[in-house]
């Protein structure tokens, strides 16, 4: 099994910058792509961005793209979504996801097999 923990999410003001983190542990050598999805309540779980394990590739949901940045490091398992000039409508629920799949159309996150708790991004106005 993967074990995913999030970790740097906060309360920040509009425009703000905040930088959250995901921390992969137990079987990590069956992950090859690592993303980042939100929810808020009514609303369903929206790809942000993921980032392909071994090439580093990257894909932007259109909505932070510009904004945020994914990134890894691969000899500490550890993803990274650094977000700038945050909105009041990136408040949400962030989670950390891991599939085994490598993605590269389509961000459902019925792709991902493991899921961290979530970490809580509050941006006020």
């Known amino acids: 099994q993967v074990q995913l923990v999030e970790s740097g999410g906060g309360m920040v003001q509009a425009g703000d910058s905040l930088r959250v983190s995901c921390a992969a542990s137990?079987?990590?050598?069956?992950?090859?792509?690592m993303a980042w999805f939100r929810q808020v309540p009514g609303k369903e779980r929206e790809f942000v961005p993921a980032?392909?394990?071994?090439?580093?590739?990257?894909y932007y949901a259109d909505s932070v793209r510009g904004r945020f940045t994914i990134s890894r490091d691969n000899a500490e398992n550890t993803m990274y979504l650094q977000m700038n000039s945050l909105k009041v409508e990136d408040t949400s629920v962030y989670y950390c996801?891991?599939?085994?799949?490598?993605?590269?159309?389509?961000?459902?996150?019925?792709?991902?097999?493991?899921w961290g708790q979530g970490t809580q991004v509050t941006v006020s106005s």
């Open positions: 996801a891991a599939s085994r799949y490598i993605i590269r159309n389509g961000y459902s996150p019925k792709q991902y097999h493991y």
């Open positions: 980032i392909n394990w071994s090439g580093g590739t990257t």
């Open positions: 137990g079987r990590t050598n069956s992950i090859y792509t």
